[in-house]
């Protein structure tokens, strides 16, 4: 018997599904529930705590909407670039590829601003939980940017010569790889209201 | 990557028998075959291995510890001295030396030993040869998952040389204390993210590989029990890590950046008000810890009671008493164990509602546990039972998992667990589920699929010499404990308690639970002997080595690169022994031939292929 595994690109007939596409979604439940846990410590903590004090309103509303239609856009030009590898036409997927990465790249340069003024205006994450809250959820959000631009620019650039060698399996793993981006994408449409839109600020005793 | 080179003699190798042909690569070399491997089987014993040595070591952490609990104070001769003055200072050991080996003992054994043994282990190396698939889905993950693993345990071991030494807070590390340790605990839980991004890939990579590659013919109904554990097991880790990966990571923000996740305002330690600040909620982190280590727990159970299951109906030459009650019972376990964590926070103060709530879960979560024992009870019925090495492992699982199991009920109700919280019985307890549970299951496994393996069954003398005391100390080790726990003996106290006079009248226990765990010690070396010579001196044994009826047995043993020789077709449900009117008692799942019908009640009806 041969020993490569089966239905890595072609889809199994009872489950419907290929290993990589069943791979990632499990991946991403396991993701639900990581920033599902950070949620629920950021409700425990918000209700547990009556002096919740200075919150959205260090934050920059503007610089994040923003951010959030950067983030959206680039959701838009990961399908295409998906959408690309299908019809197997290199040139406009690596241009959709690398708008997403571009767009990923703009988003982490806005966080970086916002990062360092409030650094500079002396809120850093020990200054309060919210605080503490902001930077830590926010910045795992981004260390998923980061991973999910290194892959994408993989695909896009040097990993794209599979296009020519297989190219089912590569528009599956660009799939994949815009399986993922989405996730990242909707995690910040969570974290931008719960962080940024809610004034937490407690009433006046 | 993962294609195998041709081999012309393949087919002709092919059928039993005739393993050495094409049993090894000679295109890879040494790091690609033992060190960078993708193939299921390398890394399951890479993971075997590797826990086992991880095992060994939390063994001994405990036995050190066992040596001040007998004998408080008193110069520890020879190690003592090689341990060194802030360790043991005259050969007597500090007691922050002492939490340290709590502590690394506890994560040792349960995210080092049994979790890798038991999931990376035997859920590597048996489910894909269970499902009869080529490897898993994702070979080159899995290698990742493994190293991931190794280097988790590196960090871990590393922490014991940082100043300050390794964590000292307890395996669970509750704050606020965890957040002003030393050192040690930032490596702790750099430690657990590497060890948890391993688990959450390895479960990626078993629920792929079990839902995708199954064998034509191999349905849901059709599945070795052990597959269906592993299967539960990895959506345990996949859905509950997580959680302890968000509290790990905000606990290392409190530790590196200052912020106050996890401590409450105007803490006082030392003496000095802690300038942070503050706002944060102490309990948070019990709550997220134990929302991973309660499922955490039937991670440890589950594929135990997985490989239970295969040795019995292998023994007892006759099918399992009610798999489907068993695979729904396991189904349940499952999901149950995501609503029951609360139980180990009764002393919080969280209030009576949320007690109530968590107790009458944890009440409802036993039932399933009492039918899967039971079912494995009522499989001994009737059979023609074989005392094979791993029969006798299994055999002993069932009652010492019966009285950890049991003994467990008052501490899932809240009134007890007042009394028992934090003593001697609530150690008992879990190590009766974990030690002579788990292990002796996990050793059940051992010798059941060394030949597999190998091609050589272990000895079987020296696993007699290896079970009998092994059986004999364990119960010294924890039994006196439940006695000491009754009576109110405090757990985590470096000199025993020997300062508290309502324990005083069992304090001479220590003593009879630390000679039994030094002399479970010497009954490992029989086993270490073993595992080790009969991979070239043991009996050779035949690709069916115990006339067993699942697919691992269809592989030529070892399995070469791929697996099976020709593609297994799946015929009939996996414990097919003694099947009237056909010959033989053991009617295997890949033999061509008509679907049969099964005496034995509760036996899963053959599905219509």
């Not at chain 2, 491997?37 to 405990?62: C, E, N, P, R, W």
């Not at chain 2, 066992?66 to 520890?76: D, E, T």
């Not at chain 2, 997580?242 to 606990?251: E, F, K, N, R, V």
């Not at chain 2, 995501?338 to 139980?343: G, I, N």
């Given at each position: 018997m041969s020993?490569?595994?089966?239905?890595?690109?072609?889809?199994?007939?009872?489950?419907?599904?290929?290993?990589?596409?069943?791979?990632?979604?499990?991946?991403?439940?396991?993701?639900?529930?990581?920033?599902?846990?950070?949620?629920?410590?950021?409700?425990?903590?918000?209700?547990?705590?009556?002096?919740?004090?200075?919150?959205?309103?260090?934050?920059?509303?503007?610089?994040?909407?923003?951010?959030?239609?950067?983030?959206?856009?680039?959701?838009?030009?990961?399908?295409?670039?998906?959408?690309?590898?299908?019809?197997?036409?290199?040139?406009?997927?690596?241009?959709?590829?690398?708008?997403?990465?571009?767009?990923?790249?703009?988003?982490?340069?806005?966080?970086?601003?916002?990062?360092?003024?409030?650094?500079?205006?002396?809120?850093p994450p020990s200054y309060s939980t919210f605080m503490a809250c902001y930077f830590t959820f926010t910045g795992l959000h981004a260390l998923h940017v980061l991973g999910g631009m290194i892959i994408n620019f993989y695909f896009g650039f040097p990993g794209a010569k599979m296009m020519a060698t297989d190219p089912q399996q590569f528009a599956n793993r660009v799939e994949t790889a815009g399986l993922f981006w989405h996730f990242v994408d909707l995690v910040w449409i969570f974290l931008f209201p719960v962080l940024y839109l809610l004034n937490f600020q407690a009433p006046p005793a | 990557m993962t294609h195998a080179p041709t081999h012309d003699h393949a087919e002709t190798g092919a059928a039993h028998g005739e393993h050495g042909a094409h049993a090894e690569h000679h295109e890879l070399?040494?790091?690609?075959?033992?060190?960078?491997?993708?193939?299921?089987?390398?890394?399951?014993?890479?993971?075997?291995?590797?826990?086992?040595?991880?095992?060994?070591?939390?063994?001994?952490?405990?036995?050190?510890?066992?040596?001040?609990?007998?004998?408080?104070?008193?110069?520890?001769?020879?190690?003592g001295k090689i341990l060194g003055d802030s360790r043991m200072p005259g050969g007597s050991m500090l007691p922050e030396f002492y939490n340290q080996l709590g502590a690394m003992h506890g994560t040792i054994m349960v995210f080092l030993g049994v979790v890798p043994l038991a999931v990376g282990g035997f859920g590597?190396?048996?489910?894909?040869?269970?499902?009869?698939?080529?490897?898993?889905?994702?070979?080159?993950?899995?290698?990742?998952?493994?190293?991931?693993?190794?280097?988790?345990?590196?960090?871990?071991?590393?922490?014991?040389?940082?100043?300050?030494?390794?964590?000292?807070?307890?395996?669970?590390?509750?704050?606020?204390?965890?957040?002003?340790?030393?050192?040690?605990?930032?490596?702790?839980?750099?430690?657990?993210?590497?060890?948890?991004?391993?688990?959450?890939?390895?479960?990626?990579?078993?629920?792929?590989?079990?839902?995708?590659?199954?064998?034509?013919?191999?349905?849901?109904?059709?599945?070795?029990?052990?597959?269906?554990?592993?299967?539960?097991?990895?959506?345990?880790?996949?859905?509950?890590?997580?959680?302890?990966?968000?509290?790990?990571?905000?606990?290392?923000?409190d530790r590196v950046a200052h912020t106050s996740f996890f401590l409450p305002q105007g803490l006082v330690v030392s003496g000095q008000v802690?300038?942070?600040?503050?706002?944060?909620?102490?309990?948070?982190?019990?709550?997220?810890?134990?929302?991973?280590?309660?499922?955490?727990?039937?991670?440890?159970?589950?594929?135990?009671?997985?490989?239970?299951?295969?040795?019995?109906?292998?023994?007892?030459?006759?099918?399992?008493?009610?798999?489907?009650?068993?695979?729904?019972?396991?189904?349940?376990?499952?999901?149950?164990?995501?609503?029951?964590?609360?139980?180990?926070?009764?002393?919080?103060?969280?209030?009576?509602?949320?007690s109530t709530f968590f107790q009458t879960t944890t009440m409802i979560i036993s039932i399933p546990s009492v039918i899967i024992l039971t079912c494995l009870i009522l499989s001994l019925w009737g059979g023609s039972i074989r005392f094979t090495p791993p029969m006798l492992f299994a055999l002993a699982f069932l009652p010492m998992f019966g009285i950890g199991g049991l003994t467990g009920l008052p501490l899932g109700l809240a009134s007890p667990d007042i009394h028992f919280h934090d003593t001697y019985y609530v150690i008992a307890h879990f190590h009766y589920v974990v030690a002579p549970g788990t292990l002796f299951a996990l050793f059940a496994g051992v010798y059941h699929w060394y030949p597999k393996a190998t091609g050589r069954y272990l000895s079987t003398k020296l696993a007699h010499l290896h079970f009998w005391p092994s059986l004999l100390f364990i119960n010294g080790v924890f039994m006196p404990m439940f006695i000491q726990g009754l009576a109110g003996m405090q757990r985590r106290l470096y000199d025993g308690g020997v300062a508290y006079t309502h324990t005083a009248h069992v304090l001479w226990l220590h003593k009879v639970i630390s000679f039994s765990a030094w002399g479970l010690a010497l009954a490992q070396i029989p086993f270490i002997i073993n595992f080790f010579m009969s991979r070239k001196r043991g009996a050779l044994a035949p690709d069916n080595a115990w006339d067993a009826t699942t697919l691992e047995w269809a592989a030529p043993s070892p399995p070469p690169h791929g697996n099976f020789a020709v593609e297994p077709i799946v015929y009939r449900g996996p414990y097919e022994y003694s099947v009237p009117g056909h010959a033989g008692d053991f009617y295997p799942q890949f033999e061509p031939g008509p679907e049969t019908v099964s005496p034995i009640p509760g036996n899963p009806e053959p599905a219509h292929a």
């Open positions: 020993s490569a595994i089966p239905y890595t690109v072609e889809t199994r007939p009872d489950t419907g599904l290929n290993n990589v596409k069943l791979g990632i979604w499990i991946f991403l439940a396991s993701e639900v529930m990581l920033f599902g846990s950070l949620f629920a410590g950021y409700i425990l903590l918000r209700t547990g705590n009556p002096t919740w004090g200075k919150g959205s309103e260090l934050l920059s509303v503007p610089l994040a909407t923003l951010n959030t239609a950067v983030l959206i856009t680039s959701s838009v030009t990961m399908v295409m670039a998906w959408v690309a590898a299908m019809e197997r036409k290199l040139g406009k997927f690596r241009l959709y590829m690398g708008s997403t990465v571009a767009l990923g790249a703009v988003f982490m340069v806005v966080k970086a601003f916002e990062y360092q003024a409030k650094f500079h205006h002396g809120a | 070399g040494f790091w690609r075959r033992y060190v960078f491997s993708v193939d299921h089987k390398t890394i399951g014993i890479q993971y075997a291995v590797t826990g086992l040595l991880f095992l060994l070591f939390g063994f001994s952490l405990m036995m050190l510890m066992r040596w001040n609990l007998a004998f408080p104070g008193k110069a520890l001769p020879l190690l590597n190396f048996v489910v894909p040869l269970q499902i009869g698939a080529p490897d898993m889905a994702f070979p080159r993950l899995n290698m990742l998952s493994y190293h991931a693993y190794f280097w988790g345990g590196v960090v871990m071991l590393g922490s014991f040389f940082v100043p300050g030494g390794a964590a000292q807070g307890g395996w669970t590390s509750y704050p606020p204390l965890a957040d002003i340790l030393p050192a040690g605990q930032t490596w702790w839980i750099l430690g657990m993210l590497l060890l948890i991004t391993s688990s959450l890939l390895g479960a990626v990579n078993f629920i792929t590989t079990i839902i995708q590659l199954r064998a034509p013919g191999l349905t849901f109904w059709r599945l070795p029990f052990f597959v269906w554990a592993q299967f539960v097991t990895s959506f345990l880790l996949l859905l509950a890590f997580p959680a302890l990966q968000a509290a790990g990571i905000m606990q290392l923000m802690l300038k942070v600040s503050g706002g944060g909620s102490p309990l948070l982190w019990q709550h997220l810890f134990w929302f991973l280590a309660h499922p955490e727990v039937y991670v440890l159970i589950l594929p135990a009671m997985g490989i239970v299951a295969e040795v019995i109906a292998n023994n007892t030459r006759k099918p399992l008493w009610g798999y489907r009650a068993l695979v729904y019972s396991v189904v349940t376990i499952g999901a149950l164990s995501f609503v029951v964590w609360a139980h180990h926070m009764f002393m919080t103060g969280m209030g009576t509602v949320m």
